[in-house]
């Protein structure tokens, strides 16, 4: 079906069909927007920002790309069209035929995910409210737009999951997704990472590289549902989501890029010197990335999980790229897991493969940020630097699961708490760090002009130049 927006909610969900839930959504859409004025994009509500809108949900030609101001936004479901005869493809039920309505017997685990999800997207905008006074270019600003205009109507995508599927008990959960703020002291976001700031735009671009990807496992987990309608919803905002991390990628990319040339420049490789000339040493990055990704490996939930086993047993969430594997029923298979032996060491437990699902998301998430890595490593390497940039072990700084507390050392090795807690902060950003990180953070406004700690992107947005005008500023 085609996405109708004509419709005050543009939907392709024949929404004009269903008068109740349309009243109900379309009560819900002011106090939407109120939120937005208050703890979206800040200062900008009067720029003309180039923006994608999805207008379709084919793989092809899905979106159009024209200035809009962000308040006029059209948010709107959409979802994936259906799949002819699908089946259930995990668990239990394997198989049989895919839900359109949700069991009552699932009903509470199925809200629970998708509150938890819904949580996270507007969590995201109000962690980058601020961001878009330091912009390092105009075309990064329009990108850091487009993803919360993006991240916008990823809630109204679990918003819609809940208000019509879910009755009085989904719609009270609407209006909490709205009430809860990152970092709040009495009404935080659900999942820590989301509850962490994002003050500078090196953390924009390791939350976009690391925390949407972790965005892209649970979407493609959620996207092997039985319950139709959500797994229709996550397969497009899978779409939505591959810029998001592009953003993240190349953004550390250029940082990392500029740090190259700088090095050159200077002809040393000295981190003092490199900041001295305004840019991000290597070092730095490495740090912003131990802490990134640590918080984000916590986002999988625990190594053993009974709620894992149950909603994978229920068909309720699957494994990401669940037809890769042989076996979607796992009833009786096992998992081996390093966990800590309570004497400093290592231990292997063997688990029931259904409650390590958590442990298999998660192993296969290290790996594609893996990719990255080794890319900028690549980069630093064709430049003539012994330095190589590496992800933390899973155990490293965990808060969540087996590993929660443990000492270890960003590779994994358990080492003595007394060390572990003097060698944290060189591990992780300092109070330093962030504050010299911050002191870049200048905002460059002119079209094709970069701040000097990034280097400009290969190419614009939509076959337009780097110096495109993407935002004009009002
Ligand atoms: N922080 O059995 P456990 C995205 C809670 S990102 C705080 O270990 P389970 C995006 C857990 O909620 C993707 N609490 O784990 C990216 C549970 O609490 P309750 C977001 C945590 O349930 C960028 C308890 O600990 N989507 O889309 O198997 C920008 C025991 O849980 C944390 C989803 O997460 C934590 N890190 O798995 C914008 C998908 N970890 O319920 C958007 C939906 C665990 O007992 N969520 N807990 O009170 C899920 O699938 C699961 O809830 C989790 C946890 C994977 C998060």
Not at 40 to 46: C, K, V, Y
Not at 85 to 94: M, N, P, T
Not at 184 to 193: F, S
């Given at each position: 079906m085609s996405i109708d927006y004509a419709e005050r909610i543009p939907n392709n969900?024949?929404?004009?069909?269903?008068r109740t839930l349309q009243r109900a959504l379309e009560h819900w859409q002011p106090k939407f927007l109120d939120w937005w004025h208050q703890l979206?994009?800040?200062?900008?509500?009067?720029s003309d920002v180039y923006l994608r809108t999805a207008?379709?949900?084919?793989?092809?030609?899905w979106a159009n790309y024209g200035y809009v101001k962000m308040p006029d936004y059209r948010w709107g479901i959409f979802l994936a069209d259906a799949l002819p005869?699908?089946?259930?493809?995990?668990?239990?039920?394997?198989g049989q035929p895919v839900w359109q309505q949700v069991p009552g017997e699932f009903r509470s685990q199925f809200r629970r995910l998708i509150v938890t999800q819904g949580d996270t997207e507007p969590a995201s905008v109000e962690q980058q409210h601020l961001l878009g006074r330091t912009c390092p270019s105009l075309y990064d600003l329009r990108n850091l737009f487009q993803i919360n205009v993006e991240e916008g109507r990823h809630l109204w995508a679990m918003v819609y999951l809940l208000h019509a599927y879910f009755g009085r008990d989904g719609r009270e959960e609407a209006e909490e997704l709205l009430a809860r703020h990152s970092?709040?002291?009495?009404?935080?976001?659900?999942?820590?990472?989301?509850?962490?700031?994002?003050?500078?735009w090196l953390s924009f671009f390791m939350f976009s590289y690391f925390t949407d990807r972790d965005g892209k496992f649970q979407l493609k987990s959620l996207a092997e549902s039985s319950f139709d309608p959500l797994a229709r919803t996550c397969r497009f905002m899978l779409t939505e989501e591959a810029h998001h991390m592009f953003v993240g990628d190349t953004g550390i990319g250029r940082v990392i890029r500029r740090a190259l040339e700088v090095m050159k420049e200077l002809g040393t490789d000295d981190p003092a010197a490199v900041r001295r000339h305004g840019a991000i040493d290597l070092p730095t990055v490495q740090r912003y990335i131990n802490f990134w990704f640590t918080s984000c490996l916590?986002?999988?939930?625990?190594?053993?999980s009974s709620n894992a086993a149950v909603t994978f047993a229920n068909g309720i969430k699957g494994r990401?790229?669940?037809?890769?594997?042989?076996?979607?029923?796992?009833?009786n298979a096992t998992f081996p897991l390093e966990v800590?032996?309570?004497?400093g060491g290592v231990a292997t437990d063997t688990v029931p493969l259904r409650n390590a699902m958590n442990e298999v998301a998660r192993i296969a998430y290290a790996k594609d940020c893996d990719i990255g890595v080794k890319r900028w490593n690549m980069a630093i390497k064709r430049a003539g630097h012994d330095f190589q940039l590496a992800l933390p072990s899973l155990?490293?700084?965990?808060?969540?699961?087996?590993?929660?507390g443990a000492a270890t050392d960003p590779a994994g090795k358990p080492i003595a708490r007394a060390e572990y807690d003097r060698r944290l902060p060189d591990w992780l950003p300092s109070e330093s760090d962030r504050a010299f990180v911050g002191s870049l953070m200048h905002p460059v406004r002119e079209p094709g002009k970069m701040a000097g700690w990034i280097a400009p992107p290969d190419r614009g947005i939509n076959?337009?130049?780097?110096?495109?005008?993407?935002v004009r500023l009002s």
């Open positions: 969900v024949n929404l004009a069909n269903d979206g994009p800040h200062d900008f509500a009067g207008v379709g949900v084919d793989a092809q030609g005869d699908r089946k259930i493809g995990f668990g239990d039920a394997y970092g709040d002291a009495d009404k935080p976001r659900i999942l820590g990472t989301f509850n962490e700031p994002i003050a500078d916590d986002l999988f939930g625990s190594e053993v990401p790229d669940e037809s890769q594997y042989e076996d979607h029923v796992c009833a800590p032996d309570g004497r155990r490293f700084r965990r808060s969540i699961g087996a590993w929660a076959n337009l130049p780097v110096a495109y005008e993407y």
